[in-house]
C-alpha cells in the first residue's frame, strides 16, 4: 500500500484557466487562447532555464508569460494584469480535489503537493481553497523545475520515504514521465481526455481524482 499521496498543484489541483474565467469578458474574445498561451509560455520558460542552467522563481516566470501573452494578443487590455495576477495567487481548486483530498485525509493518508509553484503561492492557492495537507513542497528549495530528478527526490527526503512508497498524482502527462522515471507509482488525472505520450506508461489513467480512493 502506498505511504503517500504527492499532488502537483497547477492544473491537477487547481484550475490554470481559472484566473481568465474570473475576467472572461473583460478579456473578450480571445480568452480561451489567452489563457492558453500564459499557460503554455509558462511552462516552457521553466523548461528553457533549467536547462540553460538558470532559475528564476515561478512566480516571475508567470508575470513574464502573462506580457508575452499580452504581447501576442493586444486586442486584452493591458490594464488587467494585475487583477489577473491577484486571481492567478488564488486559483479555484477543482471540485474532484477538495473531496478526493477529504477522504484521503480521512482514510489517514499522508498527503503533500510538490510543485514548481513559489511558497508563497502555494500558501495562497491552499488557503483559498481550504484543502488540507500534510506538506506543500516548492522547488524553490533547489531552484530547479520538473521534470529533473533532484525535484521528486525532494518528497522522498522529506518524508523519508522509498519512491516505490509514493503515489504521484498530475494532469501533466510529461510530469507523470519524469515522476515515473524517478520511481514514483504515478496517476494521470487525464481529465481532457488527451492521447497517450512519453514514457513510462502511468500505473493509472483517471478521468478525475475519485479513482484515487480504489489505488
Not at 498543484?9 to 481559472?18: I, K, Q, S
Not at 484566473?19 to 500564459?38: T, Y
Not at 508569460?65 to 494585475?82: M, N
Request: no cysteine.
Amino acid at each position: 500500500m502506498p505511504r503517500a499521496f504527492v499532488f502537483d498543484a497547477y492544473g491537477t489541483l487547481f484550475d490554470v484557466h481559472a484566473a481568465i474565467g474570473r475576467h472572461r469578458a473583460a478579456v473578450g474574445a480571445d480568452a480561451d487562447r489567452f489563457s492558453d498561451l500564459w499557460r503554455t509560455k509558462q511552462l516552457e520558460y521553466t523548461w528553457t532555464l533549467t536547462l540553460a542552467g538558470s532559475y528564476l522563481d515561478f512566480w516571475a516566470l508567470t508575470e513574464r508569460a502573462l506580457d508575452y501573452a499580452f504581447a501576442r494578443f493586444p486586442s486584452v487590455d493591458k490594464s488587467l494584469k494585475p487583477k489577473l495576477l491577484d486571481a492567478y495567487l488564488t486559483l479555484d481548486a477543482f471540485p474532484d480535489a477538495r473531496a478526493a483530498l477529504r477522504d484521503l485525509k480521512a482514510r489517514g493518508e499522508t498527503t503533500a503537493i510538490l510543485s514548481n509553484g513559489t511558497p508563497k503561492m502555494l500558501a495562497a492557492a491552499v488557503a483559498a481553497s481550504g484543502i488540507a495537507l500534510d506538506a506543500a513542497l516548492s522547488v524553490d528549495a533547489i531552484r530547479i523545475y520538473k521534470p529533473r530528478r533532484e525535484v521528486y527526490a525532494l518528497v522522498t527526503e522529506r518524508f523519508r520515504l522509498a519512491p516505490a512508497d509514493v503515489v504521484f498524482v498530475s494532469s501533466n502527462r510529461w510530469d507523470v514521465m519524469g515522476a515515473a522515471a524517478f520511481g514514483f507509482r504515478t496517476a494521470w488525472v487525464n481529465r481532457a481526455g488527451m492521447p497517450e505520450e512519453y514514457g513510462p506508461a502511468p500505473a493509472a489513467v483517471l478521468a478525475d481524482l475519485g479513482g484515487l480512493l480504489v489505488l
